[in-house]
C-alpha cells in the first residue's frame, strides 16, 4: 500500500525558514517524479515544486522560485521542501504528491494526509 | 501559462440526478487533463487521468471526456458520497490546476 507521510510543519514567524519532510512507503520511491502541492485554508490547490525520480531535474512554481527548494533522498525514501523567507501567503497545507510515471508529463496518483504551515508573528 | 477554468464554481444537487461539470483551457492541453475530488478535511484523491481513464478502483458512473480545451467531468447518478469539491488538473506543459467545483447537496 502507498504511504506519504508528511511533518516538519508549525507556526513560524514571516522572514523564516521551515523544512517540509514526506516519508514514502509501499513503492520503489526511486522510480516516480513527486510533487508539493499546497492549499491555503478555504482556497483551491497550487502546484509548489516537482522533482523528477533521479532528483537530477526540479522545477518550482512563480510564487515560491528563490524561496523553496524541493530535493529528496532516494536512500531515505524521502522527499523534502526547503522554505525560506517564508510570508503569511505560505499559510497552507501543503500535501506530498506521487506522481504516475519518473519525469512529465505526469499526474498525482496517490496524496499524503498533509502537514500544516502557518506564517504568523 | 495555461490558464484552467471549470465552470459552475456551485453545482447544487440531489443524490440519484447527474452532474455534469466543465473545465476549460485557455490553449490545448491535448488529453493532459487529470480529475480529483476532494472532501473536507481530505487530500485530493486521483479520479481521471488522460482526459477519459477512470483511475483504479473508481466506480464507473464517473466519466470524463474532451480533448484540446474543453472538458467535462459526469457523474451519471450522484451518490452521498460524491458531494465533495472538483479540481481538474493539466499535467502537460504546465501542472496548473483548476479552481475547482463544489458539488452541494440541494
Known amino acids: 500500500e502507498v504511504q506519504l507521510l508528511e511533518s516538519g510543519g508549525g507556526l513560524v514567524q514571516p522572514g523564516g525558514s521551515l523544512r517540509l519532510s514526506c516519508a514514502a512507503s509501499?513503492?520503489?520511491?526511486?522510480?516516480?517524479?513527486m510533487s508539493w502541492v499546497r492549499q491555503a485554508p478555504g482556497e483551491g490547490l497550487e502546484w509548489v515544486a516537482a522533482?523528477?525520480?533521479?532528483?537530477?531535474?526540479?522545477y518550482h512554481g512563480d510564487s515560491v522560485k528563490g524561496r523553496f527548494t524541493i530535493s529528496r533522498d532516494n536512500s531515505r525514501k524521502t522527499l523534502y521542501l526547503q522554505m525560506s523567507s517564508l510570508r503569511a501567503d505560505d499559510t497552507a497545507m501543503y500535501y506530498c504528491?506521487?506522481?504516475?510515471?519518473?519525469?512529465?508529463?505526469?499526474?498525482?496518483?496517490?496524496w499524503g494526509q498533509g502537514v500544516l504551515v502557518t506564517v504568523s508573528s | 501559462e495555461i490558464v484552467l477554468t471549470q465552470s459552475p464554481g456551485t453545482l447544487s444537487l440531489s443524490a440519484g440526478e447527474r452532474a455534469s461539470l466543465s473545465c476549460r483551457a485557455s490553449q490545448s492541453v491535448s488529453y493532459y487533463l487529470a480529475w480529483y475530488q476532494q472532501k473536507p478535511g481530505q487530500p485530493p484523491r486521483l479520479l481521471i487521468y488522460?482526459?477519459?481513464t477512470r483511475a483504479t478502483g473508481i466506480p464507473d458512473r464517473f466519466s470524463g471526456g474532451g480533448s484540446g480545451t474543453d472538458f467535462t467531468l459526469t457523474i451519471s447518478r450522484l451518490e452521498p458520497e460524491d458531494f465533495a469539491v472538483y479540481y481538474c488538473?493539466?499535467?502537460?506543459?504546465?501542472?496548473?490546476f483548476g479552481q475547482g467545483t463544489k458539488v452541494e447537496i440541494k
Open positions: 488522460a482526459a477519459s
Open positions: 522533482i523528477t525520480d533521479s532528483g537530477g531535474d526540479t
Open positions: 488538473q493539466h499535467y502537460g506543459s504546465s501542472r496548473a
Open positions: 504528491a506521487k506522481g504516475n510515471t519518473e519525469s512529465r508529463p505526469y499526474y498525482f496518483d496517490f
Open positions: 509501499g513503492f520503489t520511491f526511486s522510480s516516480y517524479a
